[in-house]
């Protein structure tokens, strides 16, 4: 009898599952669910509960918890999958060595790992999280930490709410015209809007984003140097790469947002975000195996330059192992939140990049892990 497969969907920077039907993963666990299903796979698919901006060692941390919890009865595979900072988790979890808080059993685990997919991985860091760590960047992160909850429940933001932080975001290089107070203002407008029980599961997801942000300065590209210096595969373990890479904001970018007032200022963020992400300097951009810049060519027409991002990460810091998959999408749109409302459950986008993202690019994206993943089965 075949053993079960434990196959571990690991969220990125910020990301949660514990607010009930928010859940980040859930069109890529739907998929996933589906697709073993029917090539007859035995598997397990776990979505991991990761403090959203703890460390790299205390996230992985986490993902041992999650493993621990679910794959302790059997000596069943494990499968990891990354999605941004939690593709760096993953790595770190596999790196024989790898020491965790005293008293955690990481190797007996770490041995069963038979892949790691990472998606929209930084690994070699990203220039964004050097503007997070600035006192206007770190108020805007907040704000952005409740703008995404808020929409994944609602659907949009209040046009009253949007108008405003629009505002904001558009000032943000050289922070003119903004008072602290207003960020405050919009946070508590927001959080407003949920019910009592669900504010505070909001708030104790925003204090945890508040209270430990040691994760931003670990994503700067001078922080994953020497993550990557400390870090080292593990033999036997396969390793694969999910690329995004989406376009520049531009006149292009906000007419194929349409004219609603909403989607054109929700493009506001991507042009802010986009922007901070295409300063990676030179240097930190790391050299390609003739078979990764092969890959790179062969989905982009050429190589991505030093300022391609897909509006988090630069695109070439996500190469890593074998390239599964290059797409043109933006960062959040790897994992479902792109906008297909006539899909049942709907996509809901809140990065509206004007990448062309959608279902079918979706479902031939997490075909490519899923193949990936059942590599071994195959032979």
């Not at 460390?55 to 986490?62: E, G, K, L, Q």
């Amino acid at each position: 009898m075949a053993a079960k497969h434990h196959i571990y969907l690991v969220p990125g920077f910020f990301g949660f599952i514990n607010l009930g039907e928010l859940i980040y993963f859930g069109h890529a666990y739907d998929y996933l669910k589906a697709e073993l299903g029917r090539r007859g796979v035995d598997a397990e698919v776990v979505i991991v509960l990761s403090h959203p901006t703890a460390s790299i060692r205390t996230r992985t941390a986490d993902l041992l918890k999650a493993v621990k919890d679910t794959a302790s009865g059997d000596d069943g595979p494990i499968h990891l999958i990354g999605h941004s900072t939690g593709g760096l988790d993953s790595r770190l979890f596999v790196s024989p060595g790898a020491q965790l808080s005293q008293g955690l059993e990481l190797e007996p685990f770490a041995q069963r790992v038979r892949s790691v997919v990472t998606v929209s991985t930084p690994h070699a860091g990203t220039p964004l999280a050097t503007f997070f760590m600035g006192l206007f960047g770190q108020k805007i992160l907040k704000l952005l930490s409740l703008f995404t909850v808020y929409v994944l429940r609602f659907g949009r933001l209040p046009l009253r709410v949007a108008f405003r932080f629009g505002h904001v975001l558009a000032r943000a290089d050289d922070n003119l015209g903004w008072k602290p107070t207003l960020l405050d203002q919009l946070y508590d407008q927001l959080l407003g809007d949920f019910s009592s029980e669900r504010r505070d599961a909001v708030a104790k997801f925003l204090s945890d984003v508040g209270n430990d942000t040691s994760l931003i300065p670990q994503l700067t590209p001078e922080g994953i140097d020497l993550f990557n210096a400390s870090t080292v595969d593990r033999p036997g373990v396969r390793y694969g790469s999910v690329i995004t890479q989406s376009r520049p904001p531009s006149l292009r970018t906000r007419m194929s947002a349409g004219l609603d007032p909403y989607a054109q200022l929700t493009h506001t963020i991507y042009a802010l975000v986009y922007g901070q992400t295409q300063r990676m300097p030179l240097t930190a951009i790391p050299p390609h195996t003739p078979a990764q810049t092969a890959a790179l060519v062969q989905a982009y027409g050429a190589l991505p330059g030093p300022t391609a991002c897909d509006g988090i990460v630069p695109t070439r810091s996500q190469v890593y192992g074998r390239v599964l998959a290059a797409v043109r999408a933006d960062h959040l749109d790897a994992i479902g939140h792109f906008d297909q409302p006539a899909h049942q459950p709907p996509h809901v986008d809140w990065l509206i990049s004007g990448s062309g993202f959608r279902r079918p690019q979706f479902e031939a994206m997490w075909k490519s892990i899923t193949d990936f993943l059942m590599e071994d089965e195959a032979r």
